[in-house]
């Protein structure tokens, strides 16, 4: 069983900063791809960073210049430094991984429970 476990969210003032974190954990052959999404309310599910086995990044235009993805590979996490917030970036953040649990077994799409980001004075 695979299990990716968020944490870092929380109330922070606009131009304050926060820090993501979500660690993989349970069966793991492999790790491919990581990225980080959000979703507002009312508004769909969108990409924010994403970084791949070779350490590859992209950023959603809204984010970039702001917004830093990493990880760490030898503990099966990945992060997102937050700078520069604004209220708009409010939303549920979700961390996502490609993970082969096993090397007999494809490579499948993993979610994390979410971690509530709010920008607010």
């Known amino acids: 069983q695979v299990q990716l476990v968020e944490s870092g969210g929380g109330l922070v003032q606009p131009g304050g900063s926060l820090r993501l974190s979500c660690a993989a954990s349970g069966s793991i052959f492999s790790i491919n791809a990581m990225g980080w999404y959000r979703q507002a309310p009312g508004k769909e599910r969108e990409l924010v960073a994403g970084i791949t086995s070779g350490g590859s990044t992209k950023y959603a235009d809204s984010v970039k210049g702001r917004f830093t993805i990493s990880r760490d590979s030898a503990k099966n996490t990945v992060y997102l430094q937050m700078n520069s917030l604004k209220p708009e970036d409010t939303a549920v953040y979700y961390c996502?991984?490609?993970?082969?649990?096993?090397?007999?077994?494809?490579?499948?799409?993993?979610w994390g429970q979410g971690t509530q980001v709010t920008v607010s004075s």
């Open positions: 996502n991984a490609d993970i082969r649990p096993h090397f007999l077994r494809p490579v499948s799409d993993y």
